[in-house]
């Protein structure tokens, strides 16, 4: 089977992973593997933060869990109230992904297709991951935005949007994927 349609259909979402860092090559690889996503008209509209300070996770994720018990969601509620949840899963390294707010237009996929070629890069790396999106709760507080994008350098004018976490995992290549929907594709010829 061709390699990349390989990777894409071996990816899970890992949620667990060991205290190991990764090696630098392979962050530096994942970030560029971002930087070759598509956007609409070349605009590039994103900038990644490369997380590694294991106190400022933390703080993410005490922080986040707090404002999730204010949600309206029972699901979110429910996870702000789990004393076992970490955020951002104690993963070693995590990628924050944020874009430009004047190119909103079309950041939300321009973001989504970089956040995707990290994760199959990762994958292709032998590195699991975890697609995560409940951090912009931290960061796009209306009351403390300014102190928190400071904190990790995250540029003037642009919004977090997402976060990857990455690691060594335990449960690396035994997820087994979920049934795929049915009737989900038709042909016109």
């Keep these: ?43 590039q509209p994103w900038h990644f933060t490369v997380l590694e300070n294991k106190e400022i996770m933390d703080k993410i994720s005490v922080e986040t869990k707090k404002m999730l018990l204010d949600s309206e969601t029972p699901i979110f509620r429910k996870m702000g109230r789990n004393e076992k949840l970490h955020i951002l899963y104690n993963a070693p ?5 944020s874009g430009k707010k004047e190119d909103s237009y079309s950041m ?14 990762a994958e292709s790396l032998g590195l699991a991951s975890c697609w995560v999106g409940l951090i912009v709760a931290y960061f796009n507080n209306k009351t403390e935005i300014k102190v928190r994008n400071e904190e990790v350098g995250i540029p003037e004018g642009y919004e977090v949007q997402y976060a990857v976490t990455l690691g060594y995992s335990p449960l ?17 010829k």
Excluded: C, F, W
């Design 1 to 43: 089977m061709n390699l990349v349609i390989e990777t894409i259909k071996s990816r899970r979402s890992i949620r667990k992973y060991e205290t190991k860092k990764i090696e630098q090559e392979k962050i530096e690889a994942i970030v560029e593997a971002g930087l070759y996503a598509p956007s609409g008209h070349n605009k």
């Design 108 to 121: 939300d996929a321009d973001l989504a297709a970089a956040t995707q070629n990290m994760l199959l890069a």
């Design 172 to 188: 690396y290549g035994e997820a087994k994927p979920h049934k795929r929907a049915e009737n989900t594709v038709n042909y016109v």
């Design 93 to 97: 390294t995590v990628i924050i992904v």
